[in-house]
């Protein structure tokens, strides 16, 4: 979840001196299939570059891929590939070579601890151990459905009838963020926020902790170089203070959920990430405390940033939205289900259609556009290229979501029908289709989000049209790949 910026402040430095080494090196030419579009500066190398477009990382990584014949481009001490074989070896073949590089380790160590984002090796496995055990289960999916529709039911579709009689133009974007928030926390902790409805104070004072963190941890991997950040925190500078009081904050709260449900524990029978992590008595109170916040940021930040693009998207796909409700019709009279505003966890699976429609627009706005691994040791990867020792390999599931030789002519198109086979919907390799990253660190929510966009998704269409007022569609690289300026629009009770 480190995300493009997580690169930036090794950048500068490692660009410069391998630039310098390459130089003076005279190294070998380059073999055929690797591409070098950019010519490098005598000197200072891939400098220039850099300082040029590392405030637009996303077009330019996008854009010199798709230059490239290969879909792969060395800028060293880079390389960008969108090549599904490059991924899979990466990510699978030999990810032992490829962990979390040390620079974006400690610029996000502060606010995710050693977490299950935030470490390597043993630590990560341990933890991904644990939590993939948790997910696999049945009982928390139906967790996770019954706290959606509580959230549903009782927040966001009172919300959007008060505003489709008064006529107020909503931010989609900020409604969604506040329902995951509320839907994340009380996922992970037992407790509710009350983020949708204004109406806990405490939750509020987390929402915004959690918001100022993640902002403040970017803005960190930002800068050029990470010793600006560190000297930064040891003069105790305004940015850094208020990360440290965010965190303090978070902590402050985090720890009193677990030291609330450590003396609950005999209770028993609660669902809860935080009931399920203390049932085994294994874990260290840090060990819970810094998985749980990795799982909020998790949960707080991709499913929201996915249904802003799917709803933008739709505005301008009136054919697709009525598909959509026409399935949910036919599957309530199938199943003779029309009291419940939510549908059920059957109902959700059998909505193919619907899955094929939230897939296709993650495919062209995969929260995560870009993701980077640190290579450890000297390698080769399949289509040839080269990757230096500590060089950074980052594919691009937005490039991979529009290639061309992925998805075929119509790659810019929006068409959920490319997934749909005789009405079944048709899963795509994870290599090719990286929205959920793949291999051993592959997505351990994806099923748990798609019930989430599913659900809500559908809720929405069915009672609610919604119609886009300003069509900006620009996006913002925070934590994922928002919407600059939210989604402002005015909504219509469809049975009013
Ligand atoms: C549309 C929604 C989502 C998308 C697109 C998404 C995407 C991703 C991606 C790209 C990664 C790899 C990140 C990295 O290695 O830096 C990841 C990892 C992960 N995701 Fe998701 N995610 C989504 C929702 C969720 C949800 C709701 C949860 C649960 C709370 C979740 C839990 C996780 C966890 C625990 C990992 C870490 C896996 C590991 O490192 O072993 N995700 N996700």
Known sequence: MELCFLFLPTILLLSLLYSTILFFKRSAPPRATELKVLKGYPVIGNLPHFIKNGRRLLEWTTDLIARSPTGTVTVAPFVFTADPANVEHVVRTNFQNYPKGDDILSTFHDFLGRGIFNSNGEEWLLQRKTASFEFNTKSLRAFVLDKVRHEAVHRLIPLLKRAGRSGEVLDLQDVLERFAFDNICSLVFGEDPKCLSRESEEGEKFYHAFH??????????????????????????????????????????????????????????????????????????????????????????????????????????????????????????????????????????????????????????????????????????????????????????????????????????????????????????????????????????????????????????????????????????????????????RIKERNA
């Open 212 to 489: 100022e963190a993640t902002e403040l941890t970017i803005e960190r991997a930002k800068q050029p170089f990470s010793l600006i950040w560190k000297i930064g925190r040891w003069l105790h500078l305004e940015s850094e203070r208020r990360l440290r009081e965010s965190m303090e904050t978070i902590h402050g709260l985090v720890e009193k959920y677990v030291r609330s449900r450590r003396k609950r524990s005999r209770e028993g029978g609660r669902s809860d990430f935080l009931s399920r992590f203390m049932a085994d008595g294994a874990h260290s109170e840090e060990f819970i405390r810094d998985i749980l916040i990795s799982f909020v940021l998790a949960g707080r930040d991709t499913t929201p940033t996915a249904l802003t693009w799917f709803f933008w998207i739709l505005s301008s796909k009136p054919e697709v939205a009525q598909k959509i409700r026409e399935g949910i019709k036919s599957i309530r009279s199938r199943h003779g289900n029309y009291d419940s505003e939510v549908l059920t966890l059957e109902q959700l699976r059998e909505m193919g259609y619907l899955h094929a429609a939230v897939s296709e627009s993650l495919r062209l706005y995969p929260p995560v556009p870009l993701l980077p691994r640190e290579s450890k040791g000297e390698d080769e990867l399949p289509d040839g290229t080269r990757v230096g020792k500590g060089w950074t390999v980052m594919y691009s599931p937005y490039a991979m979501g529009r290639a061309e030789g992925i998805w075929g002519q119509d790659c810019g198109e929006f068409r959920p029908e490319r997934w749909m086979e005789d009405g079944v919907f048709q899963p795509a390799s994870p290599f090719r289709y990286t929205v959920f990253h793949a291999g051993p660190r592959m997505c351990l929510g994806k099923e748990m989000a798609y019930i989430q966009m599913k659900a809500v998704a559908a809720s929405i269409l069915e009672g609610f049209e919604v119609e886009v007022v300003e069509k900006r569609g620009k996006h913002h690289l925070s934590m994922t790949m928002r919407m600059e300026g939210g989604l402002p629009v």
